[in-house]
């Protein structure tokens, strides 16, 4: 089964950018991958962000973005709040219809 | 806004069962791919099965395939997980989510505790 990596912790400072990478151990991430962007904060649910690599469900706020960059699906927050403080997860698609969330990445707005 | 409601969680002894119910509105169930992704405590979020709109096809993940059955009552709107041979490595908030095809939407979960 493939694996999926994403970094396990970052920090950004109030109205600054970050970028959350989610790589695949079989390659090169495409968007055929489909990639998935969710964010969980503590005790809730996880709510999407992004998905098919750069679509927004209509709650995400405009300064998160999705994309394909260097060979892995981006999530990049430009203009971080204090309330974008979450654990971040990626999802990919392979064959078969089985997807593979990655690690989680804590993001932490310091 | 669509709405996801599981239950049936609880605190259930290793080798045992225990059925989940996710209660599927304001939206139209069975156009769907349905999710059940878990995520023990402190943890990762890790899928576990998925089923088709009209349940004619269902993908498991290796860790849960021969114990964990996943079905639909499209005329109920309700999504089913039939879990036994229940492991203390099993327990997890248990999410159901609609797919588009992949988790889109996503309802608050249910515990699922194995432990003696």
């Known amino acids: 089964q493939a694996v999926v990596t994403q970094e396990p912790s970052l920090t950004v400072s109030p109205g600054g950018t970050v970028t959350l990478t989610c790589g695949s151990s079989?390659?090169?991430?495409?968007?055929?991958?489909?990639p998935y962007w969710y964010q969980q904060k503590p005790g809730q649910a996880p709510r999407t962000l992004i998905y098919d690599t750069t679509n927004k469900q209509s709650w995400t706020p405009a300064r998160f973005s999705g994309s394909l960059l260097g060979g892995k699906a981006a999530l990049t927050l430009s203009g971080a709040q204090p309330e974008d403080e979450a654990d971040y997860y990626c999802l990919l698609s392979y064959s078969g219809a089985r997807p593979v969330f990655g690690g989680g990445t804590k993001l932490t707005v310091l | 806004e669509v709405q996801l409601v599981e239950s049936g969680g609880g605190l259930v002894q290793p080798g045992g069962s225990l059925r989940l119910s996710c209660a599927a509105s304001r939206f139209d169930f069975s156009g769907y791919w349905m999710h059940w992704v878990r995520q023990a405590p402190g943890k990762g979020l890790v899928w576990v099965s998925s089923?088709?709109?009209?349940?004619?096809?269902?993908v498991y993940a290796d860790s849960v395939k021969g114990r964990f059955t996943i079905s639909r009552d499209n005329a109920k709107n309700v999504l089913y997980l039939q879990m036994s041979s229940l492991r203390p490595e099993d327990t997890a908030v248990y999410y159901c989510?609609?797919?588009?095809?992949?988790?889109?939407?996503w309802g608050q979960g249910t515990l699922v505790t194995v432990s003696s």
């Open positions: 079989t390659g090169v991430v495409t968007s055929g991958h489909y």
């Open positions: 989510a609609r797919g588009d095809p992949y988790p889109d939407h």
């Open positions: 089923i088709h709109s009209y349940g004619i096809g269902t």
